[in-house]
């Protein structure tokens, strides 16, 4: 299990297993850093607009197995803990209260 920390310094726990699971899938292969980048210096953070415990932490990666793509992190805050639930590869960020901005 790995312990990252994101753009406000909290820690969150990306476990082996939801690790494996992310990189097993092919267009993720080789994200590994991608993930901790997008924790550490998100574009974009979004409250996830159908469970507010979770948060998309989101960056634009101009070159991925898929092109131009924005990777998504998605982590869960229930109380006193934090981690990952999954990452993907996406077109657009997805709606909802904007939490941070790098732009604001």
Do not use: N
Request: hydrophobic residues 35%; glycine residues 6%.
């Amino acid at each position: 299990m790995k312990t990252l920390r994101d753009y406000r310094g909290s820690e969150i726990r990306l476990t082996d297993e939801r690790l494996a699971h992310i990189l097993d899938h092919p267009e993720m292969s080789g994200m590994e850093a991608g993930i901790k980048e997008t924790l550490t210096r998100p574009e974009r953070v979004v409250r996830s607009s159908s469970d507010e415990g979770v948060r998309l932490y989101y960056r634009f990666y101009p070159q991925t197995s898929v092109g131009g793509k924005f990777l998504c992190v998605v982590v869960k805050f229930p109380v006193d803990d934090a981690f990952v639930i999954t990452a993907y590869l996406t077109d657009k960020i997805k709606k909802g209260e904007v939490l941070w901005s790098a732009t604001s």
